[in-house]
């Protein structure tokens, strides 16, 4: 196999990958495994499937709400370790699965199938050709709300960058609840995630998402941390052993309350599908 045994040398396969030939080369050589680049060491906090979360404190986030004809992205690097008997939580600001509960939500069913949902409190927008998440692998799950006006809004969900589901069905309302933002469970409590969490972000903008804005969140699902910019309205990432909260560093400060989990310092690795062979995986996740 091919090493990258110092900094020079990493920056000239690099040089060589942005050449037409080299390109070709660099993703055959990616593509069989002959090319290992090496993982970098990222922190995730880990949740225990009874109790664990993060939380605001009972805050009510109504920066984090959606207005009408609003777009909303929603994206999370988790790992699975346990199933549920029920399903389990994995991020947002919906206090139930009705679609009388107003909000947001990703969650994976009993049935190990991570879905995405929305609700204004009388209509709600759900995928259905789900994530099959698999235990011990670390995954980014991109849910997007993009909103259409008078059409029927659009929802979607990635894995990785993996296209999961499109369901355009109805305009959905505003979306403002109040409740707070959560991590690791479905609000109010229950269906608590059993696993590791590494990073979450949102991003909420007035109108529609644009296709090369969609195409920034989800070329960025191996990037720890993103710069803030207009549209982001949280950023948390688990980054400090020490740490007892998760620190807003979207600028917005939305401090997330960590209840009960523990911190995992092991370096993890994010499968990078190749766009021919997505069967096979390898790369890296970047700082």
Same mark, same amino acid.
């Given at each position: 196999?091919?090493?990258?045994?110092?900094?020079?040398?990493?920056?000239?396969?690099?040089?060589?990958?942005?050449?037409?030939?080299?390109?070709?080369?660099?993703?055959?050589?990616?593509?069989?495994?002959?090319?290992?680049?090496?993982?970098?060491?990222?922190?995730?906090?880990?949740?225990?499937?009874?109790?664990?979360?993060?939380?605001?404190?009972?805050?009510?986030?109504?920066?984090?709400?959606?207005?009408?004809?609003?777009?909303?992205?929603?994206?999370?690097?988790?790992?699975?370790?346990?199933?549920?008997?029920?399903?389990?939580?994995?991020?947002?600001?919906?206090?139930?699965?009705?679609?009388?509960?107003?909000?947001?939500?990703?969650?994976?069913?009993?049935?190990?199938?991570?879905?995405?949902?929305?609700?204004?409190?009388?209509?709600?927008?759900?995928?259905?050709?789900?994530?099959?998440?698999?235990?011990?692998?670390? !995954?980014? #799950? *991109? $849910?997007? &709300?993009?909103?259409?006006?008078?059409?029927? @809004?659009?929802?979607? %969900?990635?894995?990785?960058?993996?296209?999961?589901?499109?369901?355009?069905?109805?305009?959905?309302?505003?979306?403002?609840?109040?409740?707070?933002?959560?991590?690791?469970?479905?609000?109010?409590?229950?269906?608590?995630?059993?696993?590791?969490?590494?990073?979450?972000?949102?991003?909420?903008?007035?109108?529609?998402?644009?296709?090369?804005?969609?195409?920034?969140?989800?070329?960025?699902?191996?990037?720890?941390?993103?710069?803030?910019?207009?549209?982001?309205?949280?950023?948390?990432?688990?980054?400090?052993?020490?740490?007892?909260?998760?620190?807003?560093?979207?600028? !917005?400060? #939305? *401090? $997330?309350? &960590?209840?009960?989990?523990?911190?995992?310092? @092991?370096?993890?690795? %994010?499968?990078?599908?190749?766009?021919?062979?997505?069967?096979?995986?390898?790369?890296?996740?970047?700082?």
């Amino acid at each position: 196999m091919i090493g990258l045994p110092s900094i020079w040398g990493r920056r000239w396969v690099r040089h060589w990958a942005r050449t037409s030939r080299g390109q070709r080369r660099f993703e055959e050589l990616l593509d069989v495994g002959y090319l290992l680049i090496p993982p970098v060491s990222g922190g995730a906090i880990n949740l225990d499937g009874v109790d664990d979360q993060v939380t605001r404190g009972g805050t009510d986030d109504a920066s984090l709400d959606v207005a009408d004809n609003t777009s909303l992205c929603l994206q999370v690097i988790c790992k699975l370790d346990a199933v549920g008997a029920t399903g389990r939580g994995i991020a947002g600001k919906k206090a139930g699965l009705a679609a009388s509960n107003i909000g947001y939500l990703l969650r994976m069913s009993s049935g190990e199938n991570v879905n995405w949902r929305c609700s204004d409190g009388t209509d709600q927008i759900a995928t259905t050709n789900d994530f099959n998440m698999v235990g011990g692998v670390w !995954n980014t #799950l *991109t $849910g997007i &709300l993009t909103a259409n006006g008078a059409t029927n @809004d659009d929802l979607i %969900i990635y894995a990785n960058t993996e296209l999961r589901d499109t369901v355009n069905s109805t305009v959905l309302g505003s979306i403002e609840n109040n409740q707070q933002f959560r991590l690791g469970t479905v609000g109010g409590g229950g269906e608590f995630w059993d696993g590791g969490i590494a990073a979450a972000r949102v991003w909420i903008k007035s109108g529609q998402w644009t296709s090369a804005e969609i195409d920034y969140f989800v070329q960025n699902w191996n990037t720890l941390l993103l710069p803030p910019d207009a549209n982001q309205r949280l950023q948390w990432l688990a980054a400090d052993p020490g740490q007892t909260s998760l620190t807003d560093l979207s600028g !917005n400060g #939305l *401090t $997330g309350t &960590l209840v009960g989990t523990t911190y995992e310092a @092991d370096p993890f690795v %994010i499968p990078q599908w190749h766009r021919n062979r997505p069967e096979r995986s390898s790369a890296l996740i970047r700082m």
